[in-house]
């Protein structure tokens, strides 16, 4: 069966991908130690992996990677939130899926595993010159089921929200906020010299929609502190108003930056 590589230097990284057939699926899995939603994709990950036996040629290659410790890599794949998926074919990016729903993991491997093996079955010339056409696949996607996906998506969330003490659900990254009011909170967070991790839900539109229901919070941004909802700047700023010491619990030396990705 096959397993999960963890690649940890760039020429380790261009080895790997240059020693592939062109035919081999790869699948590299983004990730960032600090953020649970990771620990439950490489789980998902390594049971999808034993699923598909070590092949000559290979038919896939699965491979993780610190998203901040080479984020030379990341940055070439747009990697800007774990976990992050990159299907990859002949160098080139076929799919990529942000978040942890298995359902879509799953679904993605397998269109593009099975893609793959349509090609390489597609019809022959014979010896006599009559064309042989290969058996149709009996391989149907099974249907999504709602109610298992919102359940799925409502996990994630709970894993999310916990990720960090500190979590800033924002748009954007506390390098490029893409709004005012994310800028804004970035900047009270770091006038407290507070360590927090983010999520930029422009990146990932499951959970920009999901966390509006899921914290019955309509708009971005959002801070959480110990998995429980804080709110957005308006309500950051009557915390700190009522409380200078809201955030010195999760407070680092000035000189601390903010986590990436």
Request: charged share 20%; aromatic share 8%.
């Amino acid at each position: 069966m096959s397993t999960i590589e963890e690649i940890t230097t760039v020429p380790q990284w261009e080895q790997t991908r240059s020693s592939l057939p062109a035919s081999t699926l790869l699948i590299v899995s983004f990730h960032a130690p600090w953020a649970a939603p990771c620990a439950q994709m490489a789980t998902v990950l390594s049971t999808l992996a034993s699923e598909y036996p070590v092949t000559d040629p290979p038919t896939t290659k699965w491979v993780s990677i610190n998203a901040e410790e080479l984020s030379d890599i990341s940055e070439a794949y747009d990697v800007t939130a774990v976990p992050f998926l990159a299907l990859l074919r002949d160098g080139q990016v076929v799919e990529t899926v942000g978040g942890s729903s298995a359902v879509k993991v799953r679904a993605a491997i397998e269109k593009h595993v099975q893609s793959a093996g349509a090609a390489a079955a597609a019809p022959a010339v014979g010896i006599n010159g009559t064309v042989e056409q290969a058996p149709a696949s009996t391989t149907e996607q099974a249907p999504v089921d709602p109610a298992k996906q919102k359940e799925e998506l409502n996990k994630r969330l709970a894993n999310l929200v916990k990720a960090a003490s500190v979590m800033l659900f924002m748009k954007g990254t506390p390098s490029s906020p893409q709004c005012g009011f994310s800028r804004q909170l970035v900047g009270i967070l770091r006038e407290n010299s507070v360590k927090y991790g983010f999520f930029n839900i422009l990146a990932d539109d499951e959970v920009r929609q999901g966390l509006k229901e899921f914290a019955d919070w309509p708009t971005y941004p959002q801070l959480w502190v110990e998995g429980e909802l804080v709110g957005g700047l308006d309500i950051v700023k009557e915390e700190l108003s009522n409380n200078e010491e809201f955030f010195k619990a999760y407070s680092v030396p000035a000189t601390a930056d903010a986590p990436a990705t």
